[in-house]
């Protein structure tokens, strides 16, 4: 079987944010459907054994988009397993323009825990070499590596309840779903001339539904801010680095007065 | 050309609920999502003329859905435009299952808009005829009709934020998203045992980023609930009703301990 799988999609309606480009929040779904459905098509998807049942977690991913599908235009998102080893494996994913153009990347670092204890297991007591043949480590995924993410501030900048829509089948908040609550943290007019083109996430302990969550922020650098999410209790949820650049003018839609060329 | 068009899709990883459920919000997403490409097929989706841009605005919306899909399944929605008169068009949908059985039903009334003074425009000035060779009337669309919507309860059973994510190309809250909203102000343990089987919306002004909205809701017989939404000043947001019943047990994944057979 081949080792990358690819998955074509268009930004349909309402994929798209307010300025037109292709969401955050859809971008994160589909990478981490590519995932499942490129595991799910050799058998590693999730596992039972010895009546224990194992689900994959993200534990760490970054981002980095260097331009935006927008509305009508196709993508193409292509995935493969770099790595793994003893508690971890690592996955690469590329984001294709229509034209073939590597847009695109994102590294992922997962894994798999027992559903009842919610511990990591082994991997390579669970699946032995089944991996192997899959493994594919020419294939570039060039990204920078996690930040040290360190937020001194201990004022929240916002607090955010979770709700019915935020959870998934794990019966967790949807890790993309930390990635909206975020962006959602900065003013709305950072994204009419800004665009967000790395974000990294590294993912520390599971919320449920109705829990108040506190984002802490402060920047680190001309670009970049750091946030960390906790619980109420103090419990931090994930620490997060979010980079902005100017937005060049041939990608604006309806934003063109404060273009740079 | 002819009148209907269709458009399948599957439910993803993550295009479900926390029970396996295709999720409201992504079924909302491609209904509007169907309408616009539909629309646009047919070179009405948008209008400019004599310097004045107009955008169609959701004004009512009815679902009912008997059952739903499930993760990895196919459905598929189909549409088209019923009736037009002197400020609305009506538009069906129905929702087909991958053997072809309707499971679903989606009713709608639309205004088209100046996209500066938002105000509704008379349709047969600005197409004359362009809509009667699409007009379809003859396939079915039964849904119950609208309800009379009244909350007496003057005490905010919730409150919530808009952000950023929820905002759309038309700069306002997208309409889909108080679906979400709404759901997510009834506990997630009504979603356990039962699912909604029918919606109502019946929006009444727009809402922008950074507004508080508050819900009203009171039950409205056994299975049914009202809520209303209005911004802080009191202006009213929508009015909407939406269905509970019974989830049946061939259609619970994890969730079989209360089942009904």
């Known amino acids: 079987m081949q080792k990358v799988d690819s998955f074509t999609y268009t930004v349909e309606p309402f994929d798209d944010d307010f300025t037109g480009r292709l969401s955050w929040g859809v971008l994160g779904k589909h990478v981490l459907a590519c995932a499942e459905n490129h595991a799910g098509a050799r058998g590693f998807d999730r596992l039972e054994k010895?009546?224990?049942?194992?689900?994959?977690?993200?534990?760490?991913?970054?981002?980095?988009?260097?331009?935006?599908?927008?509305?009508?235009?196709?993508?193409?998102?292509?995935?493969?397993?770099?790595?793994?080893?003893r508690f971890f494996t690592d996955r690469c994913f590329d984001v294709a323009n229509a034209e073939g153009h590597i847009i695109g990347r994102v590294f992922t670092i997962w894994a798999m825990i027992?559903?009842?204890?919610?511990?990591?297991?082994?991997?390579?007591?669970?699946?032995?070499?089944?991996?192997?043949?899959?493994i594919e480590m020419e294939r570039p995924c060039d990204i920078r590596p996690f930040s040290r993410i360190r937020v001194a501030q201990d004022a929240p900048a916002a607090m955010r309840q979770t709700y019915?829509?935020?959870?998934d089948e794990n019966n967790h908040v949807n890790s993309i779903r930390y990635i909206e609550f975020i962006l959602d943290a900065f003013p709305k007019n950072?994204?009419?001339n800004r665009e967000v083109c790395r974000i990294e996430m590294a993912y520390n302990s599971e919320t449920y539904c109705d829990e108040m969550l506190q984002f802490f922020m402060e920047p680190a650098g001309e670009e970049d801010w750091h946030i960390v999410i906790k619980k109420g209790t103090g419990e931090t949820v994930c620490h997060s680095a979010v980079t902005f650049k100017e937005t060049e003018?041939?990608?604006?839609?309806?934003?063109?007065?404060?273009?740079t060329d």
């Not at 027992?114 to 899959?134: I, K, V, W």
């Not at 019915?164 to 959870?167: C, L, R």
């Not at 003018?249 to 934003?255: E, G, L, P, Y």
């Open 50 to 85: 010895d009546g224990h049942r194992y689900l994959w977690v993200l534990s760490r991913v970054v981002f980095e988009m260097d331009e935006w599908p927008r509305r009508g235009e196709t993508y193409t998102i292509s995935t493969w397993v770099r790595k793994y080893y």
């Open 164 to 167: 019915y829509s935020d959870i």
């Open 114 to 134: 027992d559903s009842e204890t919610r511990r990591p297991q082994a991997l390579n007591e669970l699946f032995g070499h089944t991996f192997d043949p899959y």
């Open 249 to 259: 003018t041939n990608n604006h839609k309806n934003i063109t007065e404060n273009g």
């Open 190 to 192: 950072m994204y009419e």
